[in-house]
């Protein structure tokens, strides 16, 4: 567990950082994420995806409920995340990193903004189109979008 | 993509969690009996992670890691799966295999009941065997034993006279021939039997030599199987046998 946490512990607070912008709260979700991987490591399919990845939407989950103060809407075990094994295996991080802040910096900047509204934020489409003053469908498409370009760019 | 287009964009949203209203259960309703968008929502799921990884911050604090390590340090692993709804098929699939092993375990051990049967079978009917073989074998020592004495019981009170008894299975070619009372020959001659077919030449069926009590048998000789014979004669030939024979027959067989 500890080589587990050095490996990914830097993922973890960050995505709960980034989203809850305190870093108590952030160590309060790493120390979470991390204990419930150690409670019941076989929420994790392997086979399924990688752990980073699967560690990053768990972190991200857990502060975006943080964020609005409600239940879960999913249990740990039912969450399955497909990121390729091999993205995030071999020790090409930075290579990954740099494709992903490529595809993200050359993205129109409403299509980014609506999409880390959605994942960082928690914001729903409606709570988007009401800040940004742009259609609902408008909102769905470019969520939709960025993350196929997202998919697109690293699977190549 | 095999997604199906109508849900692709709230597919999206549901993936980031941010789907809710009619639309969150629409998209749950039809991802219940769609295998191929419950695919694509693993990888959407999968490129919101990438999402994630562009989160670049500083590292957590080195107090953190010594907070998890210690309460890893209170709490030991508890190997047990909570029961989440979309497990219920891997656990049917988990009590399935469980059945299909015991299925496995009953038909072996009735497999195995029925092959030890069998051994024991196989075991009592090879005891059985050997019992006849050496029974057989017990036969054919007296047969053929040097101080083999045959009695010949006869009413009256008429001499012995030379007497042959033989039985003949023409399919295996197997034959028994037991003598009594026959004279004794002069030196360098012996009685041969002959196997005479329905049809051709007199067949050589063994040489032998009376004992000292007149008694003589012949067990086996080497014939060919599935001659029919017409009867069995005996001649006095030179002590070596020949190939025809070269003499009158001293005795002549008839069926009974």
Not at chain 1, 69 to 88: M, Y
Not at chain 1, 119 to 132: D, N, W
Not at chain 2, 126 to 137: F, G, I, T
Not at chain 2, 197 to 209: E, H, L, M
Request: net charge positive.
């Amino acid at each position: 567990m500890a080589q587990l946490y050095d490996r990914h512990s830097g993922v973890v607070y960050s995505v709960a950082l980034r989203v809850l912008g305190d870093t108590g709260a952030a160590e309060d979700i790493l120390q979470d994420v991390f204990m419930q991987l150690w409670r019941n490591p076989e929420v994790f399919d392997a086979n399924r995806g990688s752990l980073p990845g699967w560690l990053a939407v768990i972190a991200r989950n857990r502060a975006i409920d943080g964020l609005r103060k409600r239940r879960p809407e999913q249990e740990l075990s039912d969450l399955v995340v497909s990121v390729e094994p091999d993205l995030v295996g071999r020790a090409e991080w930075s290579r990954v990193l740099d494709k992903i802040r490529r595809v993200l910096g050359t993205m129109p900047a409403t299509q980014r903004s609506a999409l880390e509204m959605s994942f960082f934020e928690g914001l729903t489409h409606s709570e988007i189109a009401a800040k940004t003053g742009e259609p609902l469908g408008t909102i769905k498409t470019r969520i939709r979008a960025g993350l196929s370009a997202l998919r697109k760019a690293c699977n190549v | 993509m095999s997604v199906h287009e109508q849900f692709a964009d709230d597919l999206a949203l549901f993936a980031l969690g941010t789907l809710e209203g009619e639309s969150r259960v629409a998209v749950e309703a039809h991802l219940g009996g769609c295998p191929e968008c419950r695919q694509e929502l693993e990888r959407l799921r999968g490129d919101a992670a990438l999402l994630a990884f562009s989160a670049s911050g500083p590292r957590p604090p080195s107090r953190s890691r010594e907070r998890l390590m210690k309460q890893i340090a209170r709490e030991p692993r508890r190997v047990e799966v909570r029961p989440a709804p979309r497990r219920v098929w891997w656990s049917a699939l988990q009590w399935a295999a469980a059945g299909a092993m015991v299925v496995v375990v009953v038909l072996l051990v009735r497999q195995n009941s029925e092959l030890q049967r069998s051994l024991a079978i196989r075991q009592a009917s090879s005891a059985m065997q050997e019992q006849q073989l050496r029974e057989a074998k017990q036969l054919l020592t007296t047969l053929t034993a040097p101080d083999a004495t045959r009695f010949v019981l006869v009413a009256g009170t008429e001499p012995p006279q030379p007497q042959g008894r033989l039985i003949y299975a023409s399919t295996s070619g197997t034959l028994v021939f037991l003598a009594s009372n026959m004279p004794k020959l002069p030196p360098h001659e012996a009685y041969e039997l002959w196997l005479i077919p329905t049809t051709g030449a007199p067949i050589p069926a063994g040489v032998f030599q009376p004992n000292r009590q007149g008694s003589a048998a012949v067990v086996k000789p080497p014939l060919r199987a599935g001659i029919e014979a017409k009867t069995f004669a005996i001649t006095v030939e030179p002590e070596a046998g020949s190939a025809a024979p070269t003499s009158q027959p001293v005795m002549v067989g008839t069926p009974g």
